[in-house]
T-cell receptor, first 115, second 113 residues
Framework: EAGVAQSPRYKIIEKRQSVAFWCNPISGHATLYWYQQILGQGPKLLIQFQNNGVVDDSQLPKDRFSAERLKGVDSTLKIQPAKLEDSAVYLC?????????????FGPGTRLTVT | KQEVTQIPAALSVPEGENLVLNCSFTDSAIYNLQWFRQDPGKGLTSLLLIQSSQREQTSGRLNASLDKSSGRSTLYIAASQPGDSATYLCAVTTGGSARQLTFGSGTQLTVLP
């Protein structure tokens, strides 16, 4: 079974530029998550999708961040315009959302550096 | 609001030592608790998942315990090796239909040869 795929793996941009990240979850997983992990901290949930609907985006800075999940499969996370404090690893995870054992599976992440 | 704390933030031990990493959480209404490993520049690797009804889980040299009533979990690593050097993250699953993970800040482990 293929895991969660993310691209690009690394991105360096200047502040005020825009950037987009892509995630392909495990086949059949209805729930998809985007996390932001700042150096030295644990991942923080940005947005959670159930199929193509948003379940929780309470911690997403909506003035600059946006995310979509078209057709309930792939997802993109966009930052526009980027700030220095957006430098972090952006992790995508997916879950089947069913069964007694609930588990999220993580992708390798995208490391963003804003200069 | 659920908060997860991990102590210590960093730990350095000589090879072969047994060690314990600690995790505490403020809200005992959890579905499960997971321990993850994260290598520099990499994603998260799930090590152990303990359901709320369980007390412990074991995988090889790793043993994780859960005391839900006191809001605590420990990860025990036996006979540590340099390859165990990584950051270890604890996370709890909470929520109703929209289940979510809340992470601690991690313990950075260095095992010296």
């Amino acid at each position: 079974e293929a895991g969660v795929a993310q691209s690009p793996r690394y991105k360096i941009i200047e502040k005020r530029q825009s950037v987009a990240f892509w995630c392909n979850p495990i086949s059949g997983h209805a729930t998809l998550y985007w996390y932001q992990q700042i150096l030295g901290q644990g991942p923080k949930l940005l947005i959670q999708f159930q199929n193509n609907g948003v379940v929780d985006d309470s911690q997403l800075p909506k003035d600059r961040f946006s995310a979509e999940r078209l057709k309930g499969v792939d997802s993109t996370l966009k930052i526009q315009p980027a700030k220095l404090e957006d430098s972090a690893v952006y992790l995508c995870a997916s879950s089947s959302g069913t069964g007694l054992v609930y588990e999220q599976y993580f992708g390798p992440g995208t490391r963003l550096t804003v200069t | 609001k659920q908060e997860v704390t991990q102590i210590p933030a960093a730990l350095s031990v000589p090879e072969g030592e047994n060690l314990v990493l600690n995790c505490s959480f403020t809200d005992s209404a959890i579905y499960n608790l997971q321990w993850f490993r994260q290598d520099p520049g990499k994603g998260l690797t799930s090590l152990l998942l303990i359901q709320s009804s369980q007390r412990e889980q074991t995988s090889g040299r790793l043993n994780a315990s859960l005391d839900k009533s006191s809001g605590r979990s420990t990860l025990y690593i036996a006979a540590s090796q340099p390859g165990d050097s990584a950051t270890y993250l604890c996370a709890v699953t909470t929520g109703g239909s929209a289940r979510q993970l809340t992470f601690g800040s991690g313990t950075q482990l260095t095992v010296l040869p």
